[in-house]
């Protein structure tokens, strides 16, 4: 059984930074793709960040490139999203997912693609 936990939410004004963590426990050696999504009041869940296991590849959205930074400490089994610059649109139901992917290729910001998912942690950015 897998088990995602997520931590570092929080309310920060515009211009703040937070770094999310996500702490993944039981059988984890197969979840090669591992990432952050988000989902606001409203809209659908959206993929932020993405990032393989070995050679350390990542995807991010182009609304937050330049501003997160996704990292990965495979040791620790700990998954981590810098925020930097946060805007009042990044306010946000932040989740940890993870997918059994064996390729650099397979990694995707698609949301329907991950199966294993966290409880989400709450980011509100204030203008």
């Known amino acids: 059984q897998v088990r995602l936990v997520e931590s570092g939410g929080g309310s920060v004004q515009a211009g703040g930074s937070l770094r999310l963590s996500c702490a993944a426990s039981?059988?984890?050696?197969?979840?090669?793709?591992m990432g952050w999504f988000r989902q606001a009041p409203g809209k659908e869940r959206e993929g932020v960040a993405v990032?393989?296991?070995?050679?350390?590849?990542?995807l991010y959205a182009d609304s937050v490139k330049g501003r997160f930074t996704i990292s990965r400490d495979n040791a620790k089994n700990t998954l981590y999203l810098q925020m930097n610059s946060l805007k009042p649109e990044d306010t946000a139901l932040y989740y940890c997912?993870?997918?059994?992917?064996?390729?650099?290729?397979?990694?995707?910001?698609?949301?329907?693609?991950?199966?294993?998912w966290g409880q989400g942690t709450q980011v509100t950015v204030s203008s």
């Open positions: 990032i393989y296991r070995y050679n350390g590849r990542t």
């Open positions: 997912a993870a997918k059994i992917c064996w390729q650099p290729t397979a990694l995707t910001l698609s949301s329907n693609e991950y199966h294993y």
């Open positions: 039981g059988y984890t050696n197969a979840l090669n793709c």
